[in-house]
């Protein structure tokens, strides 16, 4: 490992890392965040009603739908008056729906889904934080970016059985561990700007959640990157079954263990079930 060590001087190193712990916590206790969810139900080509779920749903081959059928509704603060339709793109972002205090996702992952973000949810107010590896300079490695000639489509597996992900990868990070070069494939950033990189390593499934732990990486114009694994972080999956993560790519997995960053997350330390298996 090649460590950064024009970054990574002691006191001021551990308070950023504590600072991005403070937020990202606060981020997935927000109330109508990951850990509010408290169903998933995929929609079918029949209207029809879901527990927990006003109003009647169903999909075509492009979007879905939603018949309010007298239930108080609103979208985008405006109140649903009649069939109200949802076109999405295929793994990004979802759309909201208000019925009260609750708030229903609408999400495209090859079908359609919806389910409920409850800010009333037992795993919120079960909340703790979330464990972590102690700060370790360390594990600050730098990297180079090496961009493809145009984006590829690259196709991964996700958390729930026969679904799959596409997302667009400009092209793949390369570091250097105890002397040998590793490379994995970068994705434009799922969380916003800059990259991201889906891997598993040798605490995957040990100390840290088996599925996937994701690193967002700022692209310098001059190709160097800087990977902070103390920032690997977990993705939704890891705290909750009604999430449909992406897999990493074939490849990104490291044969070393990357301790630093997010362990399994509490509730997943309890006796829990694993992540369902939804087709």
């Not at 490992?1 to 024009?6: F, K, N």
């Not at 690997?232 to 009604?242: E, G, Q, V, Y």
Request: negative net charge; aromatic residues 10%; charged residues 20%.
């Amino acid at each position: 490992m090649s460590p950064d060590t024009t970054y990574a001087s002691s006191a001021r190193f551990v308070h950023r890392w504590q600072q991005w712990k403070v937020a990202r916590e606060r981020e997935l206790a927000h109330p109508y965040g990951w850990l509010a969810l408290v169903s998933l139900d995929w929609l079918s080509y029949t209207p029809q009603e879901y527990p927990g779920v006003p109003g009647k749903w169903w999909q075509d081959n492009d979007a879905a739908y939603v018949d309010p059928d007298g239930a108080e509704l609103a979208a985008e603060g405006a109140p649903l008056t009649g069939v109200h339709r949802f076109e999405l793109v295929n793994s990004g972002a979802g759309a909201r729906v208000a019925f009260g205090d609750v708030e229903i996702e609408v999400a495209r992952r090859s079908g359609y889904l919806v389910r409920v973000h409850d800010p009333s949810a037992p795993a919120l107010a079960l909340f703790a934080g979330v464990p972590t590896y102690d700060p370790d300079p360390g594990w600050v490695v730098r990297g180079r970016f090496e961009p493809f000639e145009r984006p590829r489509p690259v196709t991964v597996g996700a958390v729930v059985e026969g679904l799959s992900h596409v997302y667009a990868s400009p092209g793949v990070v390369r570091f250097e561990h105890d002397g040998v070069t590793h490379t994995l494939t970068a994705f434009n950033g799922l969380g916003g700007d800059g990259l991201s990189i889906l891997f598993t390593d040798a605490t995957s499934g040990v100390t840290t959640y088996a599925a996937n732990r994701a690193l967002d990486v700022e692209s310098q114009d001059d190709g160097e990157v800087r990977l902070d694994f103390n920032r690997a972080r977990n993705l939704p999956c890891a705290f909750t079954d009604f999430a449909t993560c992406p897999l990493p790519p074939p490849g990104n997995h490291l044969p070393f263990a990357v301790t630093a960053g997010e362990l399994l997350p509490y509730e997943r330390r309890r006796d829990t079930p694993a992540p369902r298996q939804e087709s």
